[in-house]
């Protein structure tokens, strides 16, 4: 989500003639000079991109014939307009916001998937609530996001909570600051592995409950998304590289999360080991997907078409696209070689 937060990388050279990955070695591949390519944060570097930055420290990228710059985007909403405007080969998002701009007829596309579940979560610091259905009378604080007050009134109604007794406030991305101020009761936006972890380590033991577990259907939080038209033969090139390069830093971080933690700070010193390795560690279940047979990155359609429907049902989404259609996992490691490309 867009509320307050962070993102990721896979591959080595051998690995892309055993991937197949469509003449990757012509030109500007692996063996060529290398190309320029442009990735775009979500916000600023963290936990989130720990295997991204594996995968930049380990040589992964230039491997792939990637000349790779990891920008940090001017605010939250920048990553997808950047990336629009051509300003950048893929940007870091939410599943959300791709399926609010297709639905407005902005031609971009998730290829991977960063983040395979939900991090949003309801988070309270107030002893007197352990379920949604202790909300009713209190002050809940969200960033102002309209599919945040859905997923808040769809809690309520989940936990048989009328949503007019719930006093929802915007108090913008200062989430915790709000919660710690005693400003609102509970929030909904903050991250589970990054605000939750971040308030347990000050010591303040936090009830944090995650959106699917909450009546809310899965979606993947962070994903990596092309416009649309760049996905001819040599930008399709270019992304399969990248995911590659991507996947294998994914593999790194798992093998040694420290080594990966480094390059982290490296690229933003001003972030905390220990907050940054503990998030990791939280984060690691949720940066593959839950059927081994996958590869990284994989994106399963059913849940994409099921939030979306959830969306339309939430007057959130005005088209009558399938969620499917805004997302392809044709370039992930060894998949879509053989295949027609994907209408997306």
């Known amino acids: 989500m867009i509320a307050s937060r962070i993102l990721i990388v896979l591959l080595s050279s051998v690995a892309f003639a055993a991937c197949g990955a469509k ?13 320029k390519f442009t990735l775009v944060l979500d916000y600023f570097p963290n936990a989130d991109h720990a295997g991204i930055y594996a995968a930049q420290a380990a040589g992964e990228f230039e491997k792939a014939g990637l000349d790779v710059k990891i920008q940090t985007p001017p605010d939250p909403s920048a990553p997808l307009k950047l990336l629009e405007a051509g300003r950048a080969d893929l940007a870091v998002s939410y599943e959300p916001e791709v399926l609010l701009a297709r639905d407005k007829g902005v031609q971009v596309v998730s290829v991977a998937a960063l983040v395979q579940k939900p991090l949003t979560s309801l988070i309270t610091l107030d002893r007197s609530i352990d379920s949604p259905a202790d909300l009713e ?14 997923y808040l009134r769809a809690i309520l109604e989940e936990a048989g909570v009328e ?3 719930v006093e929802e406030i915007n108090v913008g991305f200062n989430l915790t600051p709000a919660m710690l101020s005693g400003k609102v009761d509970a929030t909904l936006g903050a991250f589970w592995n990054y605000e ?18 909450l009546g809310v259907p899965t979606y993947n939080e962070l994903v990596l998304v092309a416009r649309r038209k760049s996905l001819d033969e040599k930008g399709a090139s270019k992304v399969r590289r990248f995911l590659q390069a991507v996947s294998r830093g994914h593999e790194l971080l798992r093998e040694d999360p420290d080594s990966a933690v480094d390059a982290l700070l490296k690229a933003n010193p001003d972030l905390e080991r220990k907050l940054q390795s503990a998030v990791v560690a939280k984060t690691l279940p949720v940066f593959f997907p839950e059927d081994d047979g996958q590869p990284w990155g994989f994106q399963k359609k059913e849940e994409w078409n099921a939030y979306a429907a959830w969306m339309r049902s939430n007057d959130l989404l005005e088209g009558g696209l399938d969620g499917d259609s805004g997302l392809t996992n044709e370039f992930l490691p060894g998949q879509g070689l053989a295949q027609p490309r994907t209408e997306y």
């Open 23 to 35: 003449d990757d070695a012509a030109s500007g591949g692996p063996g060529g000079p290398p190309e």
């Open 137 to 150: 009378g209190k002050k809940v604080g969200t960033a102002g996001i309209p599919y945040q007050s859905a």
């Open 196 to 213: 939750g972890t971040d308030l347990e380590q000050r010591g303040r033991k936090p009830t944090v409950l995650r959106m699917e577990t």
């Open 163 to 165: 949503p007019g007794s």
